[in-house]
């Protein structure tokens, strides 16, 4: 054996030795590989942790908000639990939506609504409607009735028929199977109410309108009537004009006139002559 075979100084081994030294470091790297993918797992888990923390806590502030009657900051703190709810992702626009009802904004609360209606689990076609889709159509039916009500508020009951009419069939399954509770019930029964009302003041407006309609016709067929009138004054005063203007062409007229002023300066004249009267006689 050469001498540059030979190993450093105090490398000297046995086979057993250098087997046992090639096992240590392939378990060394396999248990730094392990503690990088543990490492991983456990970074996963403690932000799936946090997250489900968050949202317990954001949905907490958000339900006191509630309570408290802050519909605004409800709404504001439920809008952000669509990023950590990640369970049930139907339940952050459905309260959102809640707290933007309750707070008069009924526009804004059907669209936040339509969302949870969309993400919320349905049950089969040939089966009624689960509790949660009926939670979120009963209160997604409650803003459209708003809607109706603040149009009938302003005297346009063509569109409040029409929301009375979408709130009822947004919930008409949940009211009829149970699955609503006593609110879809009450609040299809006095959906109905409104729209009945509603429809009435339709018809009168529209009654009153076809009443004033033909009145304006008739005022507007009579007035040709009229008009020829109005045209002929002017010439009837020409033919006044032409009546004063006659005498003086009437010979009749002008002897007349003429007869009557000589008997009364003969009258006159026998008064003076008799010294009677203070000349302010009767008349005749």
């Given at each position: ?7 450093p ?5 046995t086979?057993?030795e ?23 797992v ?105 809607l ?53 003041q339709?018809?009168?407006?529209e ?10 016709q ?5 007035s ?35 007869r ?14 008799s ?10």
């Amino acid at each position: 054996m050469s001498v540059d075979l030979l190993p450093p100084p105090g490398e000297f081994r046995t086979s057993e030795e250098v087997r046992d030294a090639q096992f240590a470091q392939k378990m060394a790297r396999r248990r730094k590989l392990l503690l990088l993918w543990s490492a991983a797992v456990v970074l996963v888990v403690f932000l799936a942790a946090a997250k489900l923390l968050s949202a317990v806590v954001l949905n907490m502030a958000g339900s006191s908000a509630y309570e408290k009657q802050n519909y605004v900051t409800a709404a504001d703190r439920f809008s952000t639990l669509e990023f950590f709810n990640v369970v049930q992702p139907w339940k952050a626009p459905f309260n959102e939506g809640t707290a933007t009802y309750a707070s008069g904004d009924f526009f804004a609360a059907t669209t936040v609504l339509e969302q949870a209606l969309a993400q919320v689990p349905k049950a089969p076609e040939d089966q009624p409607r689960g509790v949660p889709e009926c939670m979120v159509r009963t209160n997604y039916s409650l803003a459209l009735e708003g809607l109706g009500d603040e149009a009938s508020n302003g005297s346009d009951f063509a569109i409040a028929t029409d929301y009375y009419d979408q709130a009822q069939q947004m919930l008409a399954d949940c009211a009829q199977s149970g699955n609503g509770g006593e609110q879809a019930q009450d609040a299809q029964e006095r959906q109905q109410e409104s729209q009945e009302e509603s429809q009435q003041q339709e018809d009168s407006e529209e009654q009153q309108g076809g009443q004033s309609d033909d009145s304006g016709q008739d005022s507007q067929e009579e007035s040709p009537s009229e008009s020829p009138q109005e045209n002929q004054s002017p010439s009837s005063g020409d033919s006044g004009e032409d009546s004063s203007a006659s005498p003086s062409t009437n010979p009749r007229q002008e002897e007349l006139e003429e007869r009557n002023r000589e008997a009364q300066e003969s009258r006159e004249a026998q008064e003076q002559k008799s010294g009677g009267g203070d000349g302010s006689g009767q008349n005749w």
